[in-house]
Structures are given as structure tokens and as C-alpha cells.
């Protein structure tokens, strides 16, 4: 067994910090080559706070527009909450994505208030908020 997979199945029985488990993911992030999930990352990452995009907006960032769903598939395993905030990512109605998501109920609202983003009623006005 390799020291990598020893490492990774002590974060899995609780042995290894937290914090050593995301310097290994940042790691294995850093090493991807170029991928269309590593430049959805790259495009999330270019949305600025206070603004949100759409997932085809997100697509379209990151080489192609067809790949909406794609994006939802990689923001769901980001490797990096802190550093790509998928959270600035909603539907193209300005839906915020279910509650599965981003830690639980109204999570997401309360990462994009703080932000400084209205919600209502689980909804962002793509019209004030939405990216050009």
C-alpha cells in the first residue's frame, strides 16, 4: 500500500487532522492537467463575490457551453469549498441548489447573504445579482 492511500484511509478512520486532509486534496488538485473539471474550477473561481453565474454560465466559462450538467457534477466533488465557491453557482432561474448541498438547509443562502446577495423564497434576481 502507498504512503498516499495509507494517508487517505486514515482520514477515513479519523486519524489524520482535517486540515492534512485538505493540503492533500489541494495537492492532487494542483497536479490535475488540464481537464474540463479542473477549468470549471478555474472559471468558479472567477465569479466574483456578490455576483452569481448560472451553471451554463459556468460552462460556457470554462470552454463549453454544452456541458451545464458537467459543472454540477464537479462543483458537487470541489476539492476546495474555500477556495472555489461553488456555492455562487444557481440554476438558470437563479435557484439555489438543494439543501444537500453546502453543508445543509439554507446553507447556500446564508454563504451568498453573506456575500452580500439577496435571496427569496430559495431564488437570486439573476437581473441584479447575475454575472455579464
Not at 24 to 52: C, F, H, M, N, W
Request: aromatic content about 6%; some cysteine.
Amino acid at each position: 500500500m502507498s504512503m498516499k492511500t495509507r494517508e487517505k484511509l486514515s482520514v477515513l478512520d479519523g486519524v489524520m487532522p482535517e486540515e492534512a486532509m485538505k493540503a492533500i486534496l489541494l495537492e492532487e488538485y494542483r497536479q490535475l492537467p488540464d481537464s474540463p473539471t479542473k477549468r470549471i474550477y478555474e472559471a468558479v473561481k472567477r465569479i466574483p463575490r456578490g455576483k452569481v453565474a448560472t451553471y451554463g454560465q459556468v460552462a460556457a466559462m470554462a470552454g463549453n457551453p454544452k456541458m451545464a450538467r458537467a459543472v454540477g457534477n464537479a462543483l458537487h466533488k470541489n476539492p476546495d469549498p474555500d477556495g472555489i465557491p461553488c456555492y455562487r453557482v444557481v440554476n438558470a432561474k437563479g435557484e439555489l441548489s438543494g439543501e444537500f448541498a453546502f453543508g445543509g438547509p439554507g446553507a447556500q443562502a446564508r454563504l451568498l447573504e453573506a456575500d452580500g446577495i439577496e435571496v427569496r423564497d430559495g431564488r437570486v434576481d439573476l437581473a441584479q445579482y447575475g454575472m455579464r
